[in-house]
């Protein structure tokens, strides 16, 4: 018969987790206890990982990574800050060379009881968590974990709801802010002169914890009774091994649970028929916005960065804060002088003192910052939240740390390229004609096709060429998760990427997803994966016979052949199929541009645009046949039918009319005639704006138009001033979108042309053939044409014209040959400019 068994002898430390009060207590509580063993909340799969603690390239703020083998999607983390409690008991062990180990239950059991959970949440019709989405490390003093990877959803819904043991505390002792009773009791304790016991807080935090328990129970969290039985088996075993003399160091909610009167045979009996999974276990790096609670990893805390700042500031911890915040407001050019650091240290000791605190806490140095150094306004003090209170630290973790074989590929790849993650947000400029850059663009291309979240391309500021790219860069922690699961698809990058790219292919059920996967294996430059990405496209394209879905897919199998021609790389076969696809939407397109409501024009308008890019750059491409230039003629004499078709919608009328117009295959006259045609009496409000839309909207330099063609300007005025009051309300919002798109000088030199009027040459007045726009002469001013001539010349670099009434010879008859053939190599840009 097994006896009731209490282990009297070990040392209960009960901490907050991420708590850096917590963690000078722990640290003091060691050194004066001197344990034989440490013993600490956490996966047991982790301890052999525990001596990479000691290594000097491991960096907090870090984390401890479980997935299953079976599906690295699912996976847990257990953060680990350089002021969390967890962290310093695993340094003090190891640099007093102590045994040290995690207690908590198997990630094996927690992974496998929270897959369970999810999937008998998806029969009942409530769906299940995301791999990784809150599977997060413990969160509160102590709490019943709710962020906890072993705690997991109560698979009960009608258990109660979780406790938050610090706001009941906090409740009790009349506060209504958990955190400010938290800094008040436990934060400044040490600043402020504290207990000279240390193991004084500990104790007061195991009574108060201990009267939650009898009252709260498990505190919602049904798991917890099973966790809490693993780790009393756990400590038994250590007691075992090495005598009374251990230390424990877990969430202070634990604390009663490990001191009660418990039997083996009950603790082995919750154990008993636990589902596992085999799990695999690494060290990665984490970030200190990872550990704010806003985050979505529940990690208990607000502010990593200021919790930091109290546990690395030994004295003075406000002032040394008031620096900080100095230093980074200067970087960003704002005004802070050293009066102001010591002014807004004296208001926050005020505030503290009129509050009733014993030291200044984050509230009251966030509002002395705002009164003092922001000047009242929020916009630098939203600054100085994100980069200090919460911060951007990415931890380090050593080479020698264990990682799947894709991870270390990516890992080698970075340094040679030097990529380097960062946990602040930054963009990429990347020029393809520099060998790094184009394999910098090759790798973060060929992570987006193994949906590894590292970079996405965005509009670059610099260029728009085919040789730029632009690229924002942020590397988080759950991108870990997303290698080790691209990691079933290969080992290294590259053939991960092309095994990954050819399931897609066979996978795909549209022929734009196709496509698409075809751009990205050429950017990505996948040539193994191509001919099953192409016999796939090749099937889509015969089978499918919609107009809308071949115009979704040009565009990008246009874009693919520009990016061969960048890139040297042969696309024949996909020139071939985008020509064919070019054809089929011409034949295609008018028949489907009738009947459609005012949703299905704007989307066919959409696609009118995408397929007239793709067709200009299909007729610049040697690769998309030799009747490439034929097609765009007829392109164009398409757009022609669609611009003068009544049946077709006025958005898609409106918009064939402007890029014939742009092309310069419409005059402007004809212009004129189809927008009067278009606004004439007899059409209805409602189409006559989308008309207008469809001309001047969206396009680039539809207000520009506006602005140099008057002509056009009039008879929109025209036909605005007459639209009847009842249906005026009817096409306003149409109008607004239309014109709140152009930029505010467009605007405003389109309200001041309306505003002059027919005596100021305003639109209505230039409606006729002759007039000269306002701000031009009636003829060319020659005086002022030569006064530019010589700045013209020094910017073209041609040599300076001879004074006049010099009669060029000798000498001056080469140059001047010299300088007729420079300004002949020019004149076509000139031209082009112009």
């Avoid at 328990?213 to 090495?242: N, S, W």
């Avoid at 796939?536 to 990016?563: E, F, I, K, N």
């Avoid at 793709?614 to 669609?642: C, K, M, N, P, Y």
């Avoid at 467009?746 to 701000?775: H, K, M, N, S």
């Amino acid at each position: 018969m097994t006896r009731a068994e209490r282990p009297a002898g070990p040392l209960l430390l009960g901490v907050r987790h991420h708590g850096p009060g917590s963690a000078r207590a722990v640290r003091a509580a060691l050194d004066a206890a001197r344990p034989g063993a440490v013993l600490v909340e956490g996966p047991p799969e982790g301890d052999a990982l525990l001596p990479l603690a000691a290594d000097e390239g491991m960096r907090p703020p870090v984390a401890l990574l479980a997935h299953a083998v079976d599906d690295p999607g699912q996976a847990a983390f257990w953060p680990l800050a350089a002021f969390s409690p967890e962290w310093v008991a695993i340094r003090w062990a190891l640099e007093h060379d102590v045994p040290v180990r995690f207690i908590d239950l198997p990630a094996a059991h927690s992974l496998a009881m929270t897959r369970a959970e999810e999937q008998a949440a998806a029969v009942d019709g409530d769906g299940g968590g995301g791999a990784g989405e809150g599977t997060a490390a413990p969160a509160g003093a102590g709490a019943p974990d709710a962020g906890d990877p072993s705690a997991g959803p109560s698979a009960d819904p009608s258990a109660q709801a979780p406790v938050d043991p610090v706001a009941v505390l906090a409740g009790a002792a009349g506060y209504d802010d958990p955190e400010r009773w938290w800094e008040d009791v436990v934060e400044h304790r040490a600043q402020d002169g504290g207990p000279t016991d240390p193991l004084a807080p500990f104790a007061a935090l195991a009574e108060a914890m201990t009267v939650l328990r009898e009252v709260y129970g498990d505190g919602g969290h049904p798991r917890d009774t099973v966790r809490e039985a693993y780790m009393r088996i756990q400590l038994r075993k250590a007691v075992k091994e090495f005598g009374d003399g251990i230390a424990v160091v877990c969430g202070a909610w634990h604390v009663p649970a490990l001191g009660a009167v418990t039997t083996l045979t009950a603790d082995r009996a919750l154990l008993k028929g636990l589902p596992k999974v085999r799990t695999e276990m690494t060290w990665v790096p984490w970030t200190h916005r990872r550990l704010a609670r806003h985050s979505g990893y529940g990690a208990g805390i607000d502010s990593p960065g200021w919790y930091g700042h109290l546990f690395e500031a030994a004295d003075r911890p406000v002032e040394r804060w008031m620096t900080k915040v100095a230093g980074l407001l200067r970087d960003e050019d704002r005004f802070v002088s050293s009066a102001h650091v010591i002014e807004a240290v004296r208001l926050a000791g005020t505030l503290a003192a009129l509050r009733g605190r014993p030291l200044a806490g984050l509230s009251e140095t966030t509002d002395a910052i705002r009164a003092v150094m922001c000047e009242g306004s929020d916009v630098p003090l939203a600054l100085v939240r994100d980069r200090l209170v919460v911060g951007e630290t990415l931890g380090e973790v050593p080479d020698t740390a264990p990682a799947v074989p894709l991870q270390r590929d990516l890992a080698r790849r970075q340094r040679t390229l030097r990529l380097k993650p960062e946990a602040q947000e930054r963009e990429l400029e990347l020029d393809l004609r520099k060998d790094n850059d184009a394999a910098r663009s090759r790798l973060l291309h060929r992570l987006r096709v193994l949906s590894v979240g590292w970079g996405e391309p965005v509009a670059g500021r610099a260029s728009t060429g085919t040789f730029r790219e632009s690229w924002l860069l942020r590397w988080e922690p759950e991108v870990h998760v997303q290698v080790a699961e691209a990691g079933t698809w290969g080992t290294t990058v590259l053939s991960a990427a092309t095994a990954r790219a050819g399931a897609l292919a066979e996978a795909a059920t549209t022929l734009a997803e196709v496509t698409a996967l075809a751009e990205q294996c050429l950017l990505a430059e996948l040539p193994e994966a191509l001919p099953v990405v192409m016999r796939a496209l090749a099937d889509r394209a015969a089978l499918d016979s919609d107009v809308g879905h071949l115009a979704d897919a040009l565009p990008a199998l246009a874009r693919t052949l520009r990016y061969g021609d960048v890139r040297s790389t042969d696309t024949t076969a996909l020139g071939e199929v985008a020509a064919g696809l070019a054809e089929r939407i011409r034949v295609g397109l008018p028949p489907a541009c009738t009947g459609l409501d005012a949703d299905g024009a704007e989307e066919m308008r959409r696609r009118v645009d995408g397929v007239h890019t793709a067709i200009g750059l299909l007729s610049g491409t040697a690769r998309a046949g030799a009747d490439a230039d034929g097609l765009r003629e007829r392109w164009a004499a398409v757009l022609h039918g669609l611009a003068a078709r009544d049946t077709v919608a006025g958005v898609i009328r409106g918009r064939a009319a402007r890029l014939l117009l742009d092309e310069g295959r419409l005059g402007e006259d004809d212009a004129a005639r189809l927008m009067g045609l278009a606004l004439s009496p007899g059409t209805p409000p409602a189409d006559a704006a989308a008309w207008i839309e469809g001309f001047v909207g969206g396009a680039a330099g539809g207000g520009m138009l506006l602005v140099h063609d008057e002509r056009l300007l009039g008879l929109v005025d025209a036909w605005l001033a007459a639209v009847p009051a009842d249906t005026f309300v009817d096409v306003l919002p149409l109008l607004r979108r239309t014109f709140s798109a152009y930029e505010a000088g467009v605007r405003r030199t389109l309200g001041e042309l309306v505003r002059r009027g027919p005596a100021a040459g305003g639109p209505a007045a230039v409606t006729g053939g002759g007039a000269t726009a306002p701000g031009f002469g009636p003829v060319l001013d020659g005086a002022r044409a030569d006064a530019v001539e010589p700045v013209l010349r020094l910017l073209l670099g041609l040599p300076a014209a001879p004074p006049a009434g010099t009669t060029p010879g000798g000498a001056g008859t080469a140059e001047t040959a010299e300088s007729t053939e420079n300004a002949e190599h020019v004149e076509e840009p000139l031209g082009a400019t112009g």
